[in-house]
């Protein structure tokens, strides 16, 4: 089936929407949801390529999960993750390289360059006001 074909199917109710009244725009939670916005550009799970990132779990660096169009019958072989943990310039660097050259859409290259860099972001603030922790001084 097409994409458009999901996304009026699960448009309005699908396990992963977060509806609040004062909130125009719904969230959504799912993976590959770049923006986590509710919407058929950004969604994850009617796309065939799709780019999902997220923090690592040593704390520093990030995940990079894409999934491959011909294996999505295969649900162990049908994502590839990588692990970025060189520096932050050198991590978004490779980030760029690499989602250029695998061909993957287009139109989130740059907001996935952006969600990789306020997690880069957030992670360097958490290690700085880790290090500010004073304790009290020896009598």
Known sequence: MSSDLYWMIIRNNNAYLLKKRDIKKPF???????????????NGLIHEKTIDIKPAKEG????????????????????????MTAGPRRSLFKLRRYLNGSNY????????LRKA??????????????KKVRTKKAD
């Open 28 to 42: 959504s939670t799912e993976s590959g949801n770049l923006k986590n916005v509710a919407s058929f550009r950004y």
């Open 60 to 83: 520093k660096g990030f995940i990079i999960t894409t999934k491959r169009k011909n294996k999505q019958n295969k649900p162990g072989k049908a994502n590839i993750s990588v692990t």
């Open 105 to 112: 859409r287009k139109d989130l290259v740059q907001v996935a």
């Open 117 to 130: 860099s306020a997690i880069l972001e957030s992670q360097k603030r958490a290690s700085i006001i880790a």
